[in-house]
T-cell receptor, first 113, second 114 residues
Framework: AQSVTQPDIHITVSEGASLELRCNYS??????LFWYVQSPGQGLQLLLK??????LVQGIKGFEAEFKRSQSSFNLRKPSVHWSDAAEYFC???????????FGGGTRVLVKP | EAQVTQNPRYLITVTGKKLTVTCSQN?????MSWYRQDPGLGLRQIYY???????DKGDVPEGYKVSRKEKRNFPLILESPSPNQTSLYFC?????????????FGPGTRLLVL
């Protein structure tokens, strides 16, 4: 069965510093890969997704993610974080179009002034 | 405005009292699903539906039922709720057309079962 691991439960970063959130998945083939953000008390918003093609994916709010097949990873990055980026971030994989999404446990990001 | 709506947003109930959480989308999406979110576990899929009258189990379907009689609606039914179903529930819909904005989540329903 497919699984998703986000090794970091919490990350604290200073405003203006760079951010990288790790995501590793376990699946035999290349799945569809997603990153979502959940602000406090809110629903989930899709940041970006990878289906195929260029392994560096650009998303909304200045985020990007890189798919590395050899490492089974899909890490999320942002060069300079803003206080509004404080939220919980979820990586998710999907085996095939129309199938179920499997989420990681989430990484909570705290931004220091 | 494209959106997924859920009702109610907050619900307190007692063990064994049947309840339904409604989900509706106005984007003519084929695919809809229900998730529950619990601390440290992320979101886990309960059920999903590929289209009208087509539903299938997700990772944690026990204790839940769904139906998809119309394209826009996908209600979640708890026939006999138990305290371990206390959670935050999200409905989602998607058109699978490949663009960035095709994944939509509802605002969530926070359920407490006493």
């Amino acid at each position: 069965a497919q699984s998703v691991t986000q090794p970091d439960i919490h990350i604290t970063v200073s405003e203006g510093a760079s951010l990288e959130l790790r995501c590793n998945y376990s699946y035999g083939a290349t799945p569809y890969l997603f990153w979502y953000v959940q602000s406090p008390g809110q629903g989930l918003q899709l940041l970006l997704k990878y289906f195929s093609g260029d392994t560096l994916v650009q998303g909304i709010k200045g985020f990007e993610a890189e798919f590395k097949r050899s490492q089974s990873s899909f890490n999320l990055r942002k060069p300079s974080v803003h206080w509004s980026d404080a939220a919980e971030y979820f990586c998710a994989v999907e085996k095939a179009a129309g199938n179920k999404l499997t989420f990681g446990g989430g990484t909570r990001v705290l931004v220091k002034p | 405005e494209a959106q997924v709506t859920q009702n109610p947003r907050y619900l307190i109930t007692v063990t064994g009292k049947k309840l339904t959480v409604t989900c509706s989308q106005n984007m003519n999406h084929e695919y809809m699903s229900w998730y529950r979110q619990d601390p440290g576990l992320g979101l886990r899929q309960i059920y999903y539906s590929m289209n009208v009258e087509v539903t299938d189990k997700g990772d944690v379907p026990e204790g839940y039922k769904v139906s998809r009689k119309e394209k826009r609606n996908f209600p979640l039914i708890l026939e006999s709720p138990s305290p371990n179903q206390t959670s935050l529930y999200f409905c989602a819909s998607s058109s699978r057309d490949g663009s960035l904005e095709t994944q939509y989540f509802g605002p969530g329903t926070r359920l407490l079962v006493l």
